[in-house]
């Protein structure tokens, strides 16, 4: 089972008082997890540092594993992480079968076309290959994104205020969606959110910081 551990990590921009210190979060495969604070209390600092992301003016310690291997010293494209934020960010000169495609370009052609087709099938959205990205709702733009992310087969989802643009009925629908897709494919995934209500959808107490 794939296992995202962060273990005793400190985060600072130079002098400045740390962001965060001592955090440890485990998190296993098929489990969401949340990390809940402010705006400012480092949420999208430790995603980046995860990821390979973080601001190059940033100070931090501890480790980062995934799996059992410490990823902390690897360049962002080798750490297979997945990322999805806030606004859905697809390709607007795409259609939405295309944005799907975008990280499948290795695949044969053959192969792109039924992954993008069992993506829409799964997302609800059979049918819409060809639709123009401005013309989904958020949460289908939401679920685009996602399986976007997913199609890139990562080994564990970080998710930054993913579900704060959606109103709450759209947040009640997609973050069941998300628990779904992330139990089926048994990965470990990370929301990081300043709202406590976000906590219905992850797994375990939340995790504070600041």
């Known amino acids: 089972m794939v296992i995202l551990h962060i273990e005793n990590m400190s985060a600072s921009f130079g002098s400045e008082a740390p962001l965060f210190s001592g955090l440890t979060v485990r998190v296993a495969g098929g489990e969401l997890r949340l990390i809940q604070g402010a705006s400012g209390s480092g949420k999208s600092t430790l995603l ?14 501890g480790q980062v594993s995934l799996n059992g291997s410490d990823i902390g010293g690897r360049p962002a494209e080798d750490r297979r992480v997945g990322l999805m934020f806030q606004d859905a960010l697809l390709f607007p000169h795409m259609t939405v079968g295309d944005n799907l495609a ?15 087709r069992a993506a ?4 609800g959205l059979a049918g819409f ?3 123009d990205p401005a013309t989904l709702s958020g949460g289908q733009a939401a679920r685009v994104a996602l399986m976007r992310t997913l199609l890139a ?22 973050g069941g969606f998300v628990r779904d897709q992330i139990r089926d ?11 406590a209500g976000d906590a219905a959808f992850a797994d375990g107490e939340p995790v504070h910081l600041g």
Request: without cysteine; charged residues 30%.
């Open 102 to 116: 975008f990280g499948l370009a290795s695949r044969h052609r053959h192969d792109r076309q039924d992954r993008v």
């Open 153 to 174: 087969e990562p080994d564990a989802l970080l998710m930054d205020e993913a579900f704060a643009a959606l109103d709450p009925h759209l947040r009640r629908d997609f």
């Open 48 to 61: 980046g540092i995860i990821s390979g992301t973080a601001l190059p003016a940033l100070r931090w310690t």
């Open 185 to 195: 494919r048994a990965i470990p995934a990370l929301l990081v959110s300043h709202d």
């Open 129 to 131: 290959a060809d639709r």
């Open 120 to 123: 829409l099938d799964v997302a």
